[in-house]
């Protein structure tokens, strides 16, 4: 099994996930039917974010938060969503990568969810 280390390494981690939300029958529609996400630009955005996370690298400047409300407003989107977009994002790191890095991005992205989890439901009430 290989190690996460290159920005080569992450696009083909990204690209990997997002086949598998593309198709998913939890979260798929998100992507597909309610942001209708261009991928073009939507992917590049996510290998910078997850360079960032990583690397230290210094590629994605934005804010991971606020792209997610205008989709929270349409269709609520709730733990089951979360927990669902962990357990791709996990399973497709288990299935590629090993190492520091790939603990690295479970760890983070497991955090990461369970923040934006919790402002999305406080941005309904
Ligand atoms: C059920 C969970 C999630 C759904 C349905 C979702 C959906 C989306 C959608 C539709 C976009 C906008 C794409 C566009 O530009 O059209 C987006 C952007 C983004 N998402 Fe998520 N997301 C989820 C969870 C997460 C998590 C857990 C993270 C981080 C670990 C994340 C990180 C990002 C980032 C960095 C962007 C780009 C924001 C920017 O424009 O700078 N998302 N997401």
Same mark, same amino acid.
């Given at each position: 099994m290989k190690k996460l280390e290159t920005r080569e390494d992450v696009e083909f981690l990204v690209n990997k996930f997002y086949e598998k939300v593309r198709t998913?029958?939890?979260?798929?529609f998100f992507f597909n039917?309610? +942001?209708?996400?261009n991928w073009d630009l939507h992917l590049p955005k996510m290998y910078s974010f997850w360079e960032t996370l990583l690397f230290?690298?210094?590629s994605y400047k934005g804010?991971?938060?606020? +792209?997610h409300f205008p989709i929270n407003q349409i269709e609520p989107m709730e733990k089951r969503h979360f927990d669902q977009w962990v357990k791709l994002w996990t399973k497709t790191l288990e299935e590629n990568f090993e190492g520091e890095n790939a603990e690295a991005a479970k760890t983070k992205a497991e955090n990461i969810a369970s923040l934006m989890g919790y402002k999305m439901e406080m941005a309904r009430r």
């Open positions: 998913d029958e939890t979260i798929g039917d309610v +942001a209708k996400v230290g690298k210094a804010n991971p938060m606020m +792209a």
